[in-house]
């Protein structure tokens, strides 16, 4: 099986999902089968950690021996005082230690992302830079268990997807866990895999082995802002998502008795209306609805009064673009958007590759903004702390993945004319809806 196969040659792993969707359980389940001994260390006390363990030693036949197999470490008690006092220097020296001395070739970080504070989030990728640093010159196989509720959830996932081998993500699908591989080192045939137990025995399979397939969702979506619904048709117009949108409540009354299992409502002029939410219980529907506002600022009170009323919350579409992805992956529960398909070290060479890679972009519905210049590309360096790009120097070409051209902020804009005039910025949109190619 290819998972298999890439877990022993990826270095650097990621296991992201739900809280408590069973990803400590199938990081052991994948390692048992390829190693003997792996070490595991964690944030939650060492009482915790060996319950956890017991618990999964006695549901499952294949863990029998796992007290065995996984010798298991907690951080210090009052790592967290160190922390808030010094930073993560000193956590950082112990963890050095701790893979250099350790045996074992495999090292698991449990709940990685319960380490960081929301004021931490300048240092998320200091911290993973350097951890991944020692494993390298330690020689030492480290895998992070994510969870997707933890506080700086977008950036630690947004860093690690650019920096890990194997990078795979965990739904829950009713009583099964399906597996999706979003990146490795080499070409997967088969990304998806059905993880499920049967009379206490774990099985793992390919997605298209096990004859098992997603439900279609239906969602609608009621937005009067043309670039609202174009964005939103762009990125959800998908085989297993039944999108309708629509533009008012008014015109849309009869989509909504139909009980769409989503419904993405679009405020008007940032007034926040709670009639939506109500439709649920008056209609008694179980479409789970969800608002959205175009403010900065989203005050707790609205937020409290909407849950109450009948919606799922209230949140803010003034974010970034890749942010609301997240969000409304988060959502609908289904994984829609490729966000670790692209690699910053590729390079293209012919105008033919050029449109050939915009095209591959746009079949995949990922988001992006091209940058014409009008001189040759040099010292781009400053880029590198943005996102993704890829630079196309005989054409005078950036392309920005993950971005749209209002997210090229004048920072950007600014440092770019420095060096270059700019002539042109389109994105996916302008491509997808029929402006012509800037290329040529």
């Not at 997967?188 to 439900?215: A, C, N, Q, R, W």
Request: with cysteine; proline share 1%.
């Amino acid at each position: 099986m290819e998972i298999f196969q890439e877990l022993q040659e990826s270095e650097s792993i990621v296991i992201e999902g739900d809280r408590r969707i069973g990803k400590l359980t199938f990081a052991l389940y994948i390692l048992k089968k390829k190693y003997s001994n792996v070490s595991l260390i964690s944030p939650l006390t060492s009482n915790q950690i060996a319950k956890r363990i017991e618990s999964i030693s006695q549901s499952f036949i294949e863990f029998n021996d796992l007290a065995d197999f996984v010798d298991a470490y907690s951080f210090r008690e009052d790592w967290i005082d160190i922390k808030n006092e010094y930073g993560f220097k000193y956590l950082l020296q112990d963890l050095e230690y701790f893979i250099e001395m350790n045996q074992n070739e495999v090292i698991i970080f449990h709940r990685i992302g319960n380490i960081f504070e929301y004021s931490d989030r300048d240092l998320i990728e200091y911290f993973f830079t350097t951890l991944l640093s020692y494993g390298i010159k330690y020689k030492k196989k480290l895998v992070f268990l994510l969870g997707n509720d933890v506080v700086n959830y977008d950036l630690i996932s947004h860093y690690l997807v650019e920096s890990i081998d194997l990078y795979m993500k965990m739904y829950k699908q009713g009583d099964l866990r399906e597996i999706e591989v979003l990146f490795a080192l080499s070409p997967i045939v088969d990304p998806k895999y059905i993880f499920e137990s049967k009379h206490k025995k774990l099985f793992l399979f390919t997605k298209e082995k096990s004859g098992y397939m997603h439900k279609n969702i239906s969602l609608v979506i009621i937005a009067k802002d043309e670039n609202i619904k174009r964005i939103n048709k762009y990125l959800l117009d998908k085989p297993q998502i039944e999108l309708k949108i629509i533009d008012s409540i008014a015109d849309s009354l009869d989509a909504i008795l139909q009980n769409p299992d989503y419904l993405l409502y679009f405020g008007e002029d940032n007034k926040i209306n709670s009639s939506i939410c109500e439709l649920r219980t008056k209609y008694n529907l179980y479409t789970k609805i969800l608002y959205m506002v175009n403010k900065e600022f989203i005050r707790v009170d609205d937020r409290l009064n909407l849950i109450d009323k009948g919606c799922v919350d209230l949140l803010n579409f003034n974010i970034p673009i890749i942010n609301y992805v997240l969000e409304i992956s988060k959502y609908i529960q289904i994984h829609f958007y490729k966000i670790g398909i692209i690699r910053n070290d590729l390079k293209l060479k012919t105008k033919d590759e050029v449109i050939d890679f915009i095209n591959y972009l746009l079949k995949g519905r990922i988001l992006f903004s091209i940058v014409k210049i009008d001189e040759k590309l040099e010292n781009i360096q400053y880029l590198r702390n943005y996102d993704k790009y890829i630079e196309f120097e005989d054409y005078n070409i950036i392309i920005f993945v993950n971005l749209l051209k209002h997210e090229l902020t004048k920072i950007i804009f600014s440092k770019m004319d420095e060096h270059f005039h700019i002539l042109k910025v389109q994105d996916s949109l302008d491509i997808f809806y029929g402006e012509k190619l800037c290329i040529d």
